[in-house]
């Protein structure tokens, strides 16, 4: 017996949002509210009826709007996938309404399975070269000039991951904006014998578009604060 669809609210019809709406279907999910710059300026969209029947929402707004469409969403009993990213300084606050109001979210700076896969093998690379001194490290990025945050979210998940295996030492991280790039994330380890490179170059946005709604039908029915990676690996 098919499953029934569920119904997802988009938050954000930007490109991003615009991708969660065309591959919904092919994830189970009708799209039953999009909110935007036109509909819900100052949250006015956020309200029990538009949200009555929603199984999850997905987020891909803008940085200074994710507090308060957590809190806002989270208060209508609505669970929800964050793929926006920029606000992490706020990320205690989150996690506390995501407990206050018994939802389930899902939060990562990146939804591509691949850019998953490197963060996992930048913390190998890193407990590999950690006791050897001579390898200096860096991480680098390009994405597309319209980009809000720099450095991303993503590559500073990667340095993150990198200081979490055991690198103790400076970490060169640099970002460039420029054109339409999808975005391209680097880190690397050099000496005087050699260089150790790994890179993920996305060639569009289907992939992050995709994970999210991996994450949005792993979500449904389910309370907590998760990362993606609990998704993929566990």
């Known amino acids: 017996m098919p499953q029934p669809e569920r119904r997802l609210a988009i938050v954000g019809y930007g490109k991003m949002g615009k991708l969660i709406e065309l591959f919904a279907p092919q994830h189970g999910f009708i799209v039953a509210l999009k909110l935007d710059e036109f509909n819900n300026t100052n949250y006015e969209g956020v309200t029990a009826q538009n949200f009555r029947g929603i199984d999850v929402a997905v987020d891909f707004s803008i940085p200074s709007a994710v507090v308060e469409n957590v809190e806002r969403i989270a208060a209508l009993g609505v669970n929800m996938v964050i793929g926006t990213t920029g606000w992490l300084d706020h990320l205690e606050r989150v996690k506390h309404t995501v407990q206050e109001k018994g939802i389930g979210l899902v939060w990562s700076p990146n939804y591509s399975i691949g850019v998953n896969v490197l963060f996992r093998l930048a913390a190998e690379a890193v407990r590999l070269v950690a006791n050897e001194p001579e390898y200096g490290a860096w991480a ?70 995709r994970g999210a709604l991996k994450a949005a039908q792993w979500l449904v029915g389910k309370k907590g604060f998760h990362e993606f990676r609990e998704i993929l690996f566990t």
């Open 140 to 209: 680098w990025e390009i994405h597309h000039s319209t980009k809000k945050d720099a450095p991303s979210g993503t590559l500073l998940q990667i340095v993150e991951e990198m200081k979490r295996a055991g690198y103790g030492r400076a970490i060169d991280v640099s970002s460039n904006r420029a054109g339409a790039h999808p975005g391209t994330h680097e880190i690397g380890f050099d000496s005087s014998a050699d260089t150790i490179t790994l890179r993920h170059t996305a060639r569009n946005r289907d992939g992050f578009a």
